[in-house]
């Protein structure tokens, strides 16, 4: 900790009977405080006084915040960390001034302030000093120059300053017969000053001035009179650094501040991985490991369909904070029915996944919420493929009936479809016969090349369609295997950004999602509407300008209570 040079403004003769403060610093524990917490990048003055009515003010406007308690005349002063003078006042009192000279960041310095008890005996003295601007201290304490002033006999340390002057440094012997002292400072030039960092475009302060930055070349010059100063190097992410600069009047007046970074490190391990990451409400999605200014943050963790979590974390500069999270999935359940009863049943994620098998009647809890498919056969009978949505805290009651005949009954087109909603319906055998019969209109063919790990459902959601029609426009089962080529038809305006899926990660096709790519139209209570999976970085503002409709039509049609939206949920938008 720095130690503060102390000095009180001195009484004049014409002040008669005001006393004096007693500015002390003194030891204290380096303790953090807790205004830290809110002012990271500042300094800290705990001021203990028997006197319950101080008022504190600073010469550079250095003064950001107060916590203190007049009554138990405790008072804490949040200051900028560069040199400053703080002025004491208090009714009956001479106005108190003592000098925090550069404190570092987070510093903690403590001081007492007390009446001053009368000194017996004073003499009064004057100091003459031709440039009458000066800045007089006698025993390190502020002074009036060509005024009188009380002091007590004997031999007294007399320091003058002004700039483009020369320091003038003395000691006095104070008697009755010895008491008017004269100076005349003598002109000194301005000298050369070269100040580096390690930080460019770092902000330079001279005396808590700012006088420039550092270049991108690491340094900064400017001229000086030759003397003592306070040196503050700033940039925003680092911690402040103060210097005590001392200017020569010869040779070579350089110095280098090096800036440390002013960050922790919060790493972060997501289940599911692609769950959305805001920190004070600002997106750090994709991120395992984030770099943060040191302070507190909320944390929270949303992936659609899942519970979301919240909580409260500090960040400590130069350390790193560890934070598994595991969401809570929302779930569902289904209750199912087939018939034939015998018919075997395989209920798959979006992804094709198999998530179960059984066969006939079943009734599934804690399903997560989403859609799945459902892929249904029986001897002599029509193979089925139905799509179903599990709902939070809802039992989806689903009954399927598959279609008499075989593969070559011709005779046969449809087939019955029991639900709780309307349901897609299509004929397996005619349309994976017959490829073009499945080509959506305005659409343009993709050709995709099959990564390891892939499979029909994960490239059927990827580009917004169904596994069955992928199967019918190349002829296939659910087998692929690494570097097959398949054609996928799209909507034409948009085959260019669905071309882009050959060139992703896994994980960036996990998240991809055209933003005009809304062509699947279902029937709505309300009319027709188009079927959009909110991406990363939208809002509703941005989805209702991109569909020419409003945020309240959204709203309305999707139920949604708030205009809060997350990636991978989908919406329906009004046509």
Not at 520 to 531: E, L, P, Q
Request: charged share 20%.
């Amino acid at each position: 900790m720095l130690v503060a040079l102390l000095f009180c403004g001195l009484a004049h003769a014409q002040i008669g009977d005001l006393q004096r403060l007693s500015i002390t610093p003194v030891d204290a524990p380096d303790a953090g405080i807790p205004v830290f917490r809110d002012h990271p990048d500042k300094a800290a003055i705990i001021i203990e006084s028997s006197l319950t009515n101080l008022v504190f003010e600073s010469n550079m406007g250095g003064i950001v915040d107060q916590r203190s308690e007049p009554a138990r005349g405790r008072y804490i002063l949040i200051i900028e960390p560069f040199t400053q003078i703080l002025q004491v006042n208090a009714p009956g009192f001479i106005t108190g001034r003592f000098r925090v000279a550069a404190p570092q960041a987070r510093d903690v310095l403590h001081y007492e302030i007390e009446p001053e008890e009368r000194a017996p005996d004073l003499i009064s003295v004057i100091f003459n000093v031709k440039q009458d601007d000066a800045t007089l201290y006698v025993d390190d304490q502020l002074t009036e120059a060509n005024q009188t002033v009380q002091l007590v006999p004997g031999v007294h340390q007399v320091r003058l300053e002004r700039e483009g002057y020369r320091i003038i440094e003395d000691a006095v012997n104070v008697s009755p017969g010895n008491i008017q002292f004269n100076y005349e400072m003598e002109v000194i030039d301005l000298v050369p000053v070269y100040i580096s960092s390690n930080v460019p475009e770092a902000r330079v302060l001279i005396d808590g001035t700012e006088r420039g930055q550092i270049d991108r070349a690491g340094g900064f010059g400017l001229f000086l009179y030759p003397g003592s100063y306070a040196l503050t190097v700033i940039q925003s992410g680092y911690v402040t650094r103060n210097e005590n600069l001392e200017v020569a009047e010869e040779g070579q007046n350089r110095i280098s501040v090096d800036l440390q970074r002013n960050v922790g490190e919060l790493a972060l391990d997501l289940t599911p991985s692609d769950a959305s990451v805001e920190l004070n409400l600002q997106g750090y999605s994709g991120q395992d490991l984030v770099e943060l200014a040191p302070g507190r943050y909320r944390l929270d963790v949303i992936k659609d369909g899942y519970a979301p979590h919240s909580e409260s974390i500090e960040i400590v500069r130069n350390e790193r904070l560890e934070r598994s999270i595991t969401l809570e999935a929302y779930t569902g359940s289904l209750k199912f029915t087939a018939s034939p009863s015998d018919a075997k049943v395989t209920l798959l994620d979006r992804y094709g996944e198999v998530v179960a098998n059984w066969q006939g009647i079943n009734l599934l809890r804690n399903l997560k919420v989403g859609t799945y498919i459902l892929q249904v056969e029986a001897p002599d009978h029509l193979p089925m493929e139905q799509t179903i949505a599990i709902s939070r805290d809802q039992t989806l009651e689903h009954r399927i009936v598959l279609t008499e005949g075989t593969p070559w009954d011709r005779d046969t087109q449809t087939r019955v479809v029991e639900a709780r909603e309307p349901q897609t319906v299509r004929n397996l055998d005619t349309d994976e016969q017959d490829p073009e019969a499945n080509r959506p209109t305005n659409s343009a063919p993709v050709t995709y090349v099959v990564k390891s790990g892939d499979t029909v459902g994960h490239i059927a959601a990827w580009f917004d369609t169904q596994a069955w029609r992928i199967r019918s426009w190349n002829n296939i089962g659910n087998l692929i295997r690494p570097g097959q080529h398949l054609n996928i038809y799209v909507p034409a305006h948009l085959r260019d950004q669905y071309a882009q899926l050959n060139n992703m990660s896994r994980a960036e096709r996990n998240s991809f999602s055209v933003s005009s790519a809304s062509t699947r139209v279902a029937s709505g209570s309300d009319g027709d509407y188009r079927i959009y999976t909110v991406r990363p970085n939208d809002n509703l503002t941005v989805i209702s300008r991109s569909f020419n409709t409003s945020v309240e039509a959204i709203q309305s049609l999707n139920n949604l209570q708030s205009t809060r939206v997350y990636p991978g949920q989908t919406l329906r938008i009004p046509n």
